[in-house]
């Protein structure tokens, strides 16, 4: 005659096995929740990198950001488009990341500086999206990373409006660092439409095909 998997409640065996089959249960909780966590120790998996369909125009706040800072806008054809990412690297990534969005502030252009669109470095500790991933790139680039691989995002977002990122190139596919979170998502797991992105070789930007929304301005 089969046994029942479960005894009486009122035998010390039985209540023994439940609270060992309990201890079991949470144990498996917290490792797949440590699974899920980002903790920058293990590369993420290999996607297809985002696909380019075209040349766009970048966006005035771009080009006037430019024009206050050349540098940070030249494109030096002898660094790689991707890099070659290492546990290292993902490491540093994700620590800048989480660094920068818990540094800065969040304050829109308006509030900040009483016009709709700034992109600047965010030195008195406030900014908004633009201004967070400027920092990173900028942070990035001196721990050694090509610039030519951080490539500043518009894309439109989960509300339907006009926001930026950051777009990692690598060898696993592109990646985006974000203000609106700290892990780091692979560029179609973010749930944004993406429209278009500072180009690889020169100050014409890339279309990556999203439509714009009909209330997203064309500097947004």
């Known amino acids: 005659m089969r046994q029942p ?6 035998t010390r065996p ?5 609270l060992r089959l309990a201890g079991l249960a949470m144990a498996l909780t917290v490792i797949g929740t440590g699974v899920q966590a980002q903790t920058g120790s293990i590369l993420p998996g290999a996607t297809q990198p985002v696909a380019q369909v075209g040349v766009a125009k970048p966006i005035m706040g771009w080009i006037r950001f430019c024009e206050q800072n050349p540098a940070e806008c030249a494109v030096d054809p002898s660094e790689p488009t991707t890099i070659n990412l290492t546990s290292k690297d993902w490491q540093m990534l994700v620590r800048i990341n989480q660094q920068v969005n818990t540094d800065i502030k969040a304050k829109t252009d308006k ?8 992109w600047d470095f965010a030195e008195d500790g406030y900014g908004d999206c633009e201004d967070y991933q400027l920092v990173k790139r900028k942070r990035l680039v001196e721990a050694g990373f090509p610039r030519r691989a951080l490539r500043m995002t518009v894309v439109i977002d989960e509300e339907g409006a006009g926001h930026a990122v950051m777009m990692v190139r690598t060898t696993r596919g592109d990646f985006i660092l974000d203000n609106k979170r700290n892990a780091i998502l692979p560029w179609h797991k973010t749930g944004y439409v993406y ?22 301005t064309a500097n947004q």
């Open 14 to 18: 039985s209540l023994r096995n439940m």
């Open 195 to 216: 429209i278009k992105r500072e180009g690889d070789a020169g100050s014409i930007w890339a279309s990556l095909g999203g439509r714009t929304s009909p209330t997203m």
């Open 111 to 118: 509030d900040h500086w009483g016009v709709d669109d700034v």
């Open 5 to 10: 998997l479960f005894g009486s409640l009122n």
